[in-house]
């Protein structure tokens, strides 16, 4: 069952419908290059498939799509369901091996992309196969997702130029002259195809950034889409500011297992770094891989799901997911419709808003916890620093920050607050939040009063920035918690109180899929002011003697409660009111005060280390030489040369090393290098990294050699560092 939503809210209206045109599409191919645009040291090509209503004229919204890092040839297998694609090949020659086909990824969200195309849309789904998928990470780019950046750049530089001046290939089947409306650009990008079109969107709109000229400076992005992405891969933080933004996490995600685009959702609501508040949502979805969001990815990344009510849509025996596809469905619907093009129709983005139950068709296949904003902060309480306060120690609340809350960005401040049964007394068991350290009353008119929960892993679980070792904590009943929500007014009295499953059921942790990963993603809880049964002008400041709004107070007497353990952030006062178009609602004083740094503090003492692995079949070094090193106009600059050379290590291994969207990472005696790629000729056994000179000098004799690929960990043996010839 999905989780349990307010009674008497309304439901989100269903984007999924098929639109009344018909649909079809076209391919162009141009042939590959080294492309100084995209980089100057490998070929590459501008590869698309592009689907359209038949009958097009006029602009038309468009929209690109970016798959992830994947393997770029593929074979048929007796005994196995789906392609098995095991060679990469394709990636710096462009063929693949006899009996093998190129992978075609960017096929894989046709169910998708055709559904967009009914409504009036051009979608264009772009294939990076050739010298970016499979490729060696670079210094600065490790998962090259700032050349994928620049591909989608470089796709909308001939796009332009085909919609400006004509010439477009005869194989689209259609003249684009004059048929994109650049006013109006979509951008989806699943796993490191998501860090991708985060990259573009930031490169695009950088101060000094050439893409503006080369594009066009008016072009603009109305609506972003992260599925399932990768997060900083590349040597810069990127924010979704200024534009309309939504991220899948995938809950029982084998690959990027860390559900790392959350990060992005965090930082760019903690940075305020917005004139004007766009809607930021996470949509992470319980039951779900990461591969089969796209059709042509045919092997599960997943061995299944952890956790009470986490059930898989997918079969790691099968060749994907209808279900899983469907949920996915409903959330690129729901941004593209509710947020591209001049008739964008906001109510089909009330998927996002936790205002609004899903969909009934959506709701009974799985459960979906969300996380959402629509406006800047407004007015944000200091709960999560040394000023929050507790009633007689009934309750525990300690500061920490989200290097040990899982899953979540460093930037994000939270509470661990605990409480025990306290039957004599349970209402004095509460957690007090005010809007300043003097305890001041607001003196600025708000609607809302939201805030930012999950519940805590059990006690002595490890701790790590991928999620924790066990489930559900003990003192949450059932696996779930309540507590009630009321205001403090400045005569010291209380509002009325509503209880927190009022509006959201907060479950789990749940995870996967090894038996020591859970996910407590916060979800964000919305309250109107009104249902606390304060009038319109509560947080006013008047003459009159009526009390205003003083503090918040969560009390923990719910009666299916009386023990619990949540992490809390962002309790804050927001103005429903607030919008795209409107100005931001005035902050009390100055700008939002950042807390004091705290010192990380580690619940019930856990030590911060990676759950365990699945262990590949051992390999062995088969080189270690010195080779050329490669330079290149997107290299990070730095004050002193880059050296001459650096040390490649060469690794074979007797089963092939699966290519993935998180990183491949050598371990060299607790030494991390990430520098790393395949061998020659697409060849999965043979995995190449380059070390700095001084790094491999530093480096212990006989120190172990561990290979490490999302949840698959692989040993080759100690280090000899007499096989380097000088």
Not at 546 to 568: C, D, E, H, Q, V
Request: hydrophobic residues 40%; aromatic residues 8%; contains cysteine.
């Amino acid at each position: 069952m999905a989780v349990t939503t307010p009674s008497f809210a309304a439901e989100a209206v269903d984007p999924t419908a098929i639109g009344p045109l018909a649909v079809t599409y076209g391919d162009y191919k141009l042939p590959a290059a080294v492309d100084p645009l995209v980089d100057d040291t490998v070929a590459t090509e501008l590869w698309a498939r592009v689907y359209r209503p038949v009958k097009i004229s006029g602009k038309h919204n468009f929209i690109i799509m970016l798959h992830g890092n994947h393997s770029t040839c593929g074979h048929m297998v007796d005994g196995i369901a789906g392609r098995v694609d095991d060679n990469s090949q394709y990636t710096s020659t462009g063929t693949c091996p006899t009996g093998y086909v190129v992978a075609p990824s960017h096929l894989g969200y046709a169910y998708v992309a055709e559904r967009l195309a009914s409504w009036g849309n051009i979608v264009i789904s772009i294939n990076v196969n050739r010298g970016i998928n499979a490729a060696s990470g670079t210094s600065g780019d490790s998962g090259l997702n700032m050349r994928r950046g620049r591909m989608v750049l470089r796709h909308l530089q001939q796009l332009a130029k085909w919609n400006n001046k004509g010439g477009a290939p005869k194989t689209l089947g259609f003249n684009m002259m004059g048929k994109l409306d650049f006013a109006h650009i979509g951008l989806m990008g699943h796993s490191r195809g998501g860090e991708g079109v985060l990259a573009a969107y930031n490169l695009y709109n950088d101060p000094d950034s050439l893409w503006p000229k080369l594009i066009g400076p008016k072009a603009h992005f109305d609506a972003m889409f992260e599925l399932a992405p990768v997060d900083g891969q590349t040597n810069r933080s990127f924010y979704a500011y200024n534009i309309p933004w939504s991220v899948l996490l995938p809950m029982c995600d084998g690959d990027v297992s860390n559900l790392a685009g959350v990060k992005v959702f965090d930082r760019t609501l903690r940075s305020l770094g917005e004139a004007i508040p766009y809607p930021k949502a996470s949509y992470t979805v319980w039951g779900t891989n990461h591969n089969y969001y796209n059709t042509e990815w045919q092997r599960s990344d997943s061995t299944g799901c952890n956790g009470d009510g986490n059930v898989p849509l997918f079969d790691p025996a099968l060749a994907g997911s209808a279900d899983q596809r469907t949920a996915s469905l409903y959330a690129m619907m729901a941004m593209f419709r509710g947020h591209l093009g001049k008739k964008a129709d906001a109510s089909f983005a009330q998927l996002f808003n936790p205002d609004y139950t899903l969909p009934f068709q959506l709701s009974r296949i799985t459960t979906i916890t969300r996380g959402f904003s629509n406006y800047a902060v407004a007015q944000q309480a200091y709960p999560l620093s040394s000023t929050g306060t507790l009633s007689n120690a009934t309750a525990t609340y300690t500061s920490t920050i989200s290097l040990l809350l899982p899953n979540h960005d460093p930037s994000v401040v939270a509470g661990l607050v605990n409480w025990p049964a306290d039957p004599a007394n349970p209402a004095t068991s509460y957690y007090q939040a005010s809007w300043s350290p003097s305890g001041q009353y607001i003196t600025k008119q708000y609607k809302t009063v939201e805030m930012r929960v999950s519940l805590q892993c059990a006690d002595g679980t490890t701790i790590t920035t991928s999620g924790c070792s066990i489930g559900p904590n003990a003192a949450n009943v059932n696996g779930t918690t309540d507590f009630n929500i009321a205001a403090v007014l400045s005569d010291g009295t209380l509002s009325q109180s509503v209880p927190l499953s009022k509006y959201v059921s907060v479950r789990g942790p749940v995870g996967g899929p090894t038996l020591s990963l859970f996910h407590p993603i916060l979800q964000t809880v919305r309250v109107p002011l009104a249902d606390l049964g304060l009038p319109a002008d509560a947080t006013v400041k008047k003459d009159s003697t009526g009390p205003l709004l003083k503090a918040i107070r969560l009390t923990f007497n719910a009666p299916t409660a009386r023990t619990g353990s949540i992490y809390l952030t962002g309790i804050t006062l927001t103005d429903l009111a607030a919008s795209k178009g409107s100005a931001l609602v005035a902050m009390e004083g100055e700008t939002m005060e950042d807390p004091a740094p705290l010192t990380p503090v580690m619940n019930n003492a856990a030590v911060a280390t990676e759950p365990a692995a699945a262990v590949l079949p051992a390999g062995s070094v088969s080189s270690v030489s010195y080779t050329a090193t490669v330079t290149s106009a997107f290299a990070p600059k730095t004050e002193t040369p880059a050296p001459a050379k650096k040390v490649q290590l060469t690794l074979t291994s007797p089963v092939p090393v699966d290519v993935k969207d998180s990183l491949l990472t050598l371990d060299i005696g607790g030494k991390t290098f990430v520098e790393g790629g395949y061998g020659s000729n697409g060849d999965l056994k043979t995995v190449v990294f380059t070390v700095d000179p001084t790094d491999f000098a530093a480096l212990p004799d006989q120190a172990a050699i561990v290979l490490k690929n999302g949840g698959t960990h692989q040993s080759y043996g100690a280090l000899k560092k007499s096989l380097l010839k000088k």
